[in-house]
C-alpha cells in the first residue's frame, strides 16, 4: 500500500451536521418479500429500457425484462420470480412527481433463480467482459445512475488511474459506509476487477473521515496491494462530486467540458463496484441495492432491498414515521427532492430516504432580497459566481447565465445553505437550466423541420421537372400524324360506346 | 508632382486588385440575413403569417415586405428576437394571423381514416406515413403541429392534441414562495 499524504483541497464548501450515526448502529438489514413489485423502464441515464416480457408472463430471478435500448442504456431484471401482472403508467421516483410506464411483477414467493451465467473474465478478454457487463443492467449506484459498461471502456490506454468513491459527503446518507463495512472483501476484489478491466495502474480509495470502521476494515485488506491505496479526506460537503474528489486526491482538475477520462481518470461509486464484482463473479445481474431509510421514523436503518420494493414497505419495516411529517425526501437532504408520495417503489437511483419534517423541505424563514455578499461566492465548490447566476436566472436572462457557466453548477446546494437572505438559489438554477434544455430541444426539432421541408420542396420540384421532361420526350417521339391517328381511334372508340349504351337502354325499354 | 500621382496610382492599382480579388474569393452564397431570420422562426411551416412557409416568410421580413409580428407558432419570445436581431422596435403579436397556441401534434382517428392521401399531400414536412386506400399515421416525432392536414382531410379524422407533459420533456418551474406565509413570519 503506498500512503499518498497530500490532500488538495478545493475552494468553499461546507461543513453540516452530518446525521449519519442514527442509521450505523445496525447492520444492513433485509426484509420479507414484497406483495408486488414495480419497475419502472426508466431507472437510468439514456434511453428508456425496451420491454421484452409479455403479460401474464412467468419470469425467473434475474430474468431479463427489458434490454437496453442502444447503447446510453441499461437493462432490467426481474429481482425475484413471479408473474407480470401489468405495464402501465404508475407513481415513481422523479422530482416531477409524474407517472411513467412500470411493469408490475408478483413474486410467486419461491425466489428462484434463472441460470447464472458468472462471467470467466480471466479467459474472455477486456472487451468480451464489458459487452456482458452490458447487459448486466447496472448503473452508477451513487445516484447518477450513468450506464457503468460505457466507463468502462478505456481504448486508448487513457486511463491509468481508478478512483474509487467512497466519500459519501450528503448528510444522514449512509447505505456506501454500511457497504463497506460488510462487504470489504467483495468491494476490495471489484476493485482489482475493474482495475483489470480498465487496464488502470492503481486505485485510490476517496472516503471521508467520519467513517472510521470502514476505514480500518479496507486498510487492513488493501495492506499488501501495492496497486490500492487508500486516501482519508475531510469531512466537507461536496467531497463525494466526482470532479472534487479527483482534486482532493490527485490535484488534476478537470476543464469545463472534459472528462476526467481525458485525465487519465477513471471513477466509480463503491456500490457500484460491488455491483460489478457480483455480476462478474456469481452472474447476478442488478436487481438490488442498498438504501438508507433514515429521519423521523422508529428505527433507522441501511436495508438491502430488491428495485421495485414499495418504498412503503420499507418505511413501515423501519419502524414507521415518529410525528406527523409532512413528506419524504429521496436522496439527501442537500441535494435531493420531495417525492409525490410513499407510494413509490425502490429504483437504482434511489440511496437514501429521509422521512423529514416540514423544517427539511419548506423554507420556513422569509426570503429576502439578494445584498450581494457573496457568501455564496465564497462557498462555491465550482468557484463559479452564485449571484450573479441568481441574478441572470431570475430574470429571464439565460444567454448571460450560460456565459457565467451556470452549466459547471453541480447543484450542491452550498450557495443556498450559506445564503444569509434565505433565497433558494438552486431552485433558480434548476429552472434556469432545464429553460435552456428545453429552447435547444426546440432549435434541434426545428433545424429537423427546416430541412424536412427544404427536401420536400426539393422533392416536388424534381418531381415537377421529371414530369415535364416525359411529357417534353413523348411529344418529341410521336409525329403527329400518328398523335392524329391514336386520337381519332380514340374517339371513334369513345363514339362507338356511346352508342352500344344508348342500343341497350332503348332494348332495355 | 509626378511621383505623387504614380503612387496613387499604383495603390490604387493594388488596393483594387484585392478588392477585386476577396469580392469572387469570399463571396457570400444567398443573403446570411435571411438565414439568421429563419434560424429564429420556429420552422413549423403553417403558412399562418400569409407566406407559403418559413423561409418565404423569413426572405419578406428580409426584403421588408413582411412586419415581424406575423408568426403565432415563434410568439411573443419570436418576435422579440426578430426585433433585436433587426435593431427594430419590438410589437405585439398581429392578431390576425392567429394566437400562440400550446405545442400540439395531430393524431390520426384510425378507424375512420379512409386512405385518400390529401393530408399526406398537405404535409409541409412529410409527417404523415401512408399509401391509397391504406391507413395513415403521423410520425410524431416530425409533426411540427402546423395542421395544414386538417382541412383537405374529407372524413375529419385528424385531432389536434396538445403535448402532455411527462418525465422527459418536463422542466423545473420557476421558484414561488407565498408571500401572506412569509409576512406573517416577518412580523413577530
Known sequence: MSIVDKIFKFNGGIKTDTRKTVSTSHPIKKISMPKKLILPLRQHVGRVAKLKVNLGEKVLKGQLIAEADGNVSAAIHAPTSGIIVSVEKQSIPHPSGLPDYCVTLIPDGKDTWIKKDPVNWKKIGREETIKKIYSSGIVGLGGATFPSHLKLHNNNNEIKTLVVNAAECEPYITCDDMLMREKSVDLIEGIRLVLHLLGAENAIIGIEDNKPEAIEKLTVLVKKDEHISIKVVPTIYPSGDAKRLIYLLTGTQIAKGKRSAEYGIQMFNVATIVALYNFINLGEPSISRIIT??????????????????????????????????????????????????????????????????????????????????????????????????????????????????????????????????????????????????????????????????????????????????????????????????IDEKRKAITEALERIKNEEVSEK | MLTSVLIVLFLALIIGSILGFSSIKF??????????????????????????????????????????????????????????????????????????????????????????????????????????????????????????????????????????????????????????????????
Not at chain 1, 423541420?449 to 418529341?476: C, G, S, T, W, Y
Open chain 1, 293 to 486: 431509510i433514515t429521519g423521523n421514523v422508529t428505527a433507522p436503518n441501511n436495508y438491502e432491498v430488491l428495485f421495485g420494493t414499495p418504498l412503503s414497505d420499507l418505511i413501515v419495516d423501519a419502524g414507521g414515521v415518529i410525528k406527523k411529517s409532512s413528506s419524504f425526501i429521496m436522496g439527501g437532504p442537500m441535494m435531493g427532492f420531495k417525492l409525490p408520495s410513499v407510494n413509490v417503489p425502490v429504483t437504482k437511483a434511489m440511496n437514501c430516504v429521509i422521512n423529514a419534517g416540514s423544517e427539511m423541505v419548506e423554507n420556513n424563514s422569509p426570503v429576502l432580497p439578494c445584498i450581494r455578499c457573496a457568501r455564496c461566492a465564497d462557498a462555491c465548490p465550482v468557484t463559479l459566481q452564485p449571484q450573479e447566476l441568481f441574478w441572470f436566472s431570475q430574470s429571464n436572462q439565460f444567454e448571460k447565465a450560460e456565459n457565467y457557466n451556470l452549466f459547471d453548477c453541480i447543484e450542491c446546494g452550498c450557495c443556498s445553505y450559506v445564503c444569509p437572505s434565505n433565497i433558494p438559489l438552486v431552485q433558480y438554477y434548476r429552472y434556469a437550466k432545464s429553460e435552456i434544455i428545453g429552447e435547444r430541444h426546440a432549435k434541434e426539432e426545428a433545424d429537423i423541420a427546416r430541412e424536412r421541408n427544404d427536401f420536400r420542396l426539393h422533392r416536388l420540384q424534381r418531381e415537377k421537372e421529371e414530369r415535364a421532361k416525359k411529357v417534353a420526350e413523348r411529344k418529341a417521339n410521336t409525329s403527329s400524324d400518328e398523335k392524329s391517328k391514336v
Open chain 2, 27 to 188: 463571396k457570400v452564397e444567398g443573403d446570411p440575413i435571411i438565414d439568421k431570420i429563419d434560424s429564429i422562426l420556429p420552422q413549423t411551416q403553417c403558412g399562418q403569417c400569409s407566406y407559403p412557409g418559413c423561409k418565404p416568410y423569413a426572405t419578406a421580413i428580409a426584403k421588408g415586405e413582411a412586419d415581424i409580428n406575423q408568426c403565432p407558432p415563434g410568439g411573443d419570445d419570436g418576435v422579440r428576437r426578430l426585433a433585436e436581431l433587426l435593431g427594430v422596435e419590438y410589437k405585439p403579436l398581429n392578431e390576425e394571423h392567429g394566437n400562440t397556441k400550446p405545442k400540439s401534434i395531430a393524431v390520426i382517428d384510425e378507424s375512420t381514416c379512409i386512405g385518400c392521401t390529401l393530408c399526406i399531400q398537405a404535409c409541409p414536412v412529410d409527417a404523415i406515413l401512408g399509401a391509397a386506400k391504406h391507413m395513415h399515421t403521423i410520425i410524431e416525432k416530425e409533426c411540427t403541429g402546423c395542421e395544414l392536414c386538417l382541412p383537405p382531410c374529407p372524413v375529419d379524422c385528424i385531432d389536434m392534441v396538445a403535448l402532455q407533459e411527462n418525465t422527459e420533456n418536463w422542466k423545473w418551474k420557476y421558484p414561488v414562495f407565498s408571500i401572506k406565509n412569509q409576512k406573517q413570519r416577518v412580523s413577530p
